[in-house]
């Protein structure tokens, strides 16, 4: 049980109420994550401290992707 305003609820239906904004939040969490590892891939490469950007960077950036997707498709079942 947990107290919400002085009252006591299940956990199940405290998560019902605020799942919503939750996935939202993942949903916008992780496309601007992605600008982030972008913009700190670029200025790498600026600064010199990745050698050979066109040999890694595609490859981590599409695994990442997948690795995303695919939380975030485990993370829709285990919701409903």
Known sequence: MLKA??????ASEWWR???LRYNIGLIV???LAFVCYVAVGFWGI??????????SIPLMVVSHGMG?????SGHS???S
């Open 5 to 10: 305003t002085g009252q006591s609820i299940p």
């Open 77 to 79: 079942r285990k919701g």
């Open 17 to 19: 109420r605020r799942r």
């Open 68 to 72: 995303y997707l695919v939380l975030m």
């Open 29 to 31: 969490a992780g496309p």
């Open 46 to 55: 600026s600064i010199g401290a990745i050698q050979d950007p066109y040999a």
